[in-house]
């Protein structure tokens, strides 16, 4: 799976967890997900 996340978090028989990194305006490479999924953002304003 390499490519999908900055690094992976957490791993089990039913959810993998991967923390993302980008830079303002930075966008992530354009992909599909195959099985379901969750995104939550988090953003730091200085």
Sequence with gaps: MAGVGTQKVF???RVIVWHLD???GEQGERHTHMLDYVVMT?????
């Excluded at 988090?42 to 200085?46: A, D, G, L, N, V």
């Design 11 to 13: 791993e089990d028989d």
């Design 22 to 24: 980008l830079e303002p």
């Design 42 to 46: 988090e953003s730091i304003w200085e």
